[in-house]
């Protein structure tokens, strides 16, 4: 006889669960289980030597390497080599993806390695990352790459492939390791185990295809996903966590990453959404009803204890925009805190538990609200003292006032940090990584890794940088500047047509600009990035930039056109670049303006340089980057606006740009004609 205990910690009761079985029974089944054990261990060993043995005899691709690529390459080989982190600022064009991920292969072939997680902050770059490795897997190298993708976009019933029973229950979760092995094994080795490669598999096996790609994830060699599964508290991979490999993080396009982590460890509970969860349970789930309606109170409780509070730790009514009333609370200590809220949720969560216990699941429609109580009570749990409670009343003229409660993250370092720390190496590297103080405080790096700033491969005359002074693209000024940038825009096209992108600080401005373009020009052919585009909309905008056409394209910087995106040769020979791409004045940059103003005595620079103009710059450089990609490119970068002169600005220049500063139009008109007639 075998007997189960099941253990509820909740109720501190056990259930005892007995099945009788034959000697013969068990034995059978205990030599079936080690039967197969050793069969797929013997097929995971012979991959891992093939491995083995193919990074060792891996060659560098190609017949020479860029300058820089060399220096990259044993800088991030010695990192993974010896453990620690690596900053490394490498410029558009000195191949980031294969002199990172060449070195990390040939560590791991040395055994200095177990697994490799490489880290992207867009789709685009995954792509990369699957190009490179098979034009490696084209070498001989058999090591195998497995793609994580997100749940919403691989589940088989959002696409229609199977639906849920009555009970809620998807069929490709019965029965699910019972036919785990087979697909298992037969995706073991596959160089490329993407999202499309998991979904014939998952089909085949009638499998969850997300599952199955967390199933994969201890067996790949190279695992390729978002920051968010490594980084984000609540859908991080704990199979990415385990100490039981020695692996490396390489992250692409870290400049991301400080702002990508502080909205992870932020999060908002609305009261209107609570109020409509709670409805939405009505009748079906009386219990969850009422929960949810405590912590609708529990919200109102909280925002008139702020009414009442004369004590100094709360700050008071700091701004009052779009007809809301906001109150900042610093969560320091705890008494601070909105205890009543967070209890609330607690008993949300665990309302939710208990349904599950009894196999009934919360209403389907409040799914995205429950993950943000969620994230609440996660983050809660475990506040920073870089956290802030923002507190927003919106009178919209009616007794039911919408009132959200945000627990606001101004600096994610410390999270960063104690995540690095999970890994045997680190390399976060971008084309934009400056200035190296900044950086590190943003990205919690240790102060004594080593910041590698590497030279730009291409020649400094292939680009030509102009600056134009006598606009002024500050809010205030924008009716003003119209007039300007449509010249400076038609002077830069027409005196070389080809294609163009012009680069805007928000969509408002685009319109504007765009308006008075059209009307002056209607010949040019002109596209807007349009608000909430979706992916076919996005790859139409950027089919009209080919080789040879002549295509004005008017996008958003720090948005999907600024960065991410190649265009090679006559895809692209200039961008203009409008405004210094300063982030929204809004309360919750001003947070963190404050939180880094000089009275904290920090070394970085002023609190306004971290909220405004780093991340300002890092936009600018950006969408700069788009414009030289290949060593036969050329092209122009036009600077529109007079803060470009700043002797802030002027610092932090790449060092390979060589900028002329045009007084005029007709100056830039002359420069830009030099610049293609040489
Ligand atoms: S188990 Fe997988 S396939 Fe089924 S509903 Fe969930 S995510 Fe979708």
């Not at 390695?113 to 867009?122: F, I, N, S």
Request: hydrophobic share 40%; glycine share 6%; charged share 20%.
């Amino acid at each position: 006889m075998l007997q189960m205990l099941w253990h509820n910690l909740k109720e501190k009761k056990s259930y005892p669960e007995q099945q009788e079985f034959t000697w013969k029974a068990l034995e059978q089944f205990t030599l079936t289980a080690l039967a197969n054990y050793i069969q797929w261990h013997r097929q995971w060993k012979a991959h891992r030597r093939q491995v083995i043995a193919s990074a060792r005899a891996l060659t560098f691709p190609f017949p020479d390497y860029r300058q820089g690529q060399r220096q990259l390459a044993v800088a991030t080989y010695r990192c993974l080599r010896d453990g620690g982190e690596l900053v490394t600022e490498a410029p558009t064009g000195i191949g980031k993806t294969i002199s990172t991920l060449f070195p990390a292969i040939k560590a791991l072939g040395e055994g200095q390695l177990e697994q490799l997680v490489y880290l992207t902050a867009k789709n685009s770059g995954r792509q990369v990352v699957k190009e490179t490795l098979t034009s490696l897997h084209n070498k001989g190298l058999k090591l195998s790459l497995l793609e994580i993708q997100a749940r919403d976009k691989t589940c088989a019933c959002n696409l229609g492939l199977c639906s849920r029973d009555e009970g809620g229950v998807c069929p490709r979760t019965r029965g699910f390791f019972d036919r785990l092995p087979q697909a298992r094994a037969q995706l073991l080795g596959s160089p490329l185990i993407t999202p499309q490669v998991l979904a014939e598999a998952a089909d085949e096996f009638e499998l969850c295809p997300f599952e199955l790609s967390l199933q994969m994830l201890p067996w790949a060699d190279l695992v390729v996903c978002d920051f968010n599964y490594v980084f984000d508290p609540l859908v991080r991979l704990s199979a990415l966590r385990d100490h039981s490999l020695r692996r490396a993080l390489l992250v692409d396009e870290a400049h991301n990453l400080s702002s990508r982590a502080r909205e992870m460890y932020s999060v908002t509970l609305s009261r209107e959404e609570t109020r409509r969860a709670a409805a939405s349970c009505k009748g079906s789930r009386p219990q969850l009803q009422r929960s949810i309606q405590a912590l609708s109170r529990a919200i109102d409780r909280w925002v008139k204890q702020l009414k009442i509070s004369e004590t100094p730790t709360v700050s008071g009514v700091q701004f009052s925009k779009e007809n809301a009333e906001v109150w900042v609370t610093s969560l320091a200590t705890t008494e601070n805190r909105p205890a009543t809220v967070s209890r609330a949720a607690h008993k949300v969560l665990l309302t939710v538990s208990e349904l599950w216990g009894k196999s009934q699941l919360p209403p389907e429609e409040i799914n995205e609200w429950l993950k943000s109580v969620y994230r609440y009570v996660c983050i809660e749990q475990d506040l920073s003292e870089k956290h802030q409670a923002l507190t927003r009343v919106y009178d919209s003229g009616t007794p039911w006032q919408e009132q959200q409660l945000k627990l606001l993250c101004l600096n994610a370092a410390s999270y960063l940090r104690q995540i690095f720390r999970q890994f045997h190496g680190v390399i976060l590297f971008s084309a934009t990584l400056r200035p190296a103080d900044y950086i590190f405080q943003q990205l919690g790096v240790d102060n004594s890794a080593p910041y590698l700033k590497l030279p730009s491969p291409f020649l400094p005359s292939q680009q030509g940088v102009f600056l134009c002074p006598y606009v002024d693209t500050r809010y205030k000024s924008r009716n003003q500047a119209t007039e300007n940038l449509v010249e400076i825009i038609a002077r830069t096209y027409r005196g070389h047509p080809g294609n163009y992108l012009v680069f805007f600080p928000s969509y408002k401005f685009l319109q504007q600009v765009a308006v008075a373009f059209e009307q002056t020009f209607p010949d040019v052919n002109l596209l807007h990035q349009e608000p909430e585009a979706n992916d076919s909309q996005r790859a139409e905008f950027l089919a009209a930039f080919n080789e040879g056409s002549c295509t004005l394209g008017f996008a958003i910087m720090g948005g999907v056109f600024g960065e991410g995106v190649d265009f090679v040769g006559g895809k692209l020979i200039g961008t203009i670049i409008v405004g210094t791409g300063l982030p929204l004045v809004n309360e919750e940059q001003e947070l963190v303006r404050r939180a880094f103003d000089p009275e904290f005595q920090n070394t970085i620079g002023t609190g306004f340089d971290v909220a405004y103009r780093y991340p300002g710059l890092t936009r600018v450089l950006q969408a700069a980057g788009r414009v030289i990609r290949s060593e036969s490119d050329r092209g122009v970068i036009v600077l529109a606006d007079y803060r470009f002169t700043d002797r802030f600005y002027q610092a932090l220049y790449p060092e390979h740009w060589s900028l002329e500063v045009c007084s005029d139009g007709t100056v830039l008109s002359e420069s830009l004609k030099t610049f293609w007639n040489n």
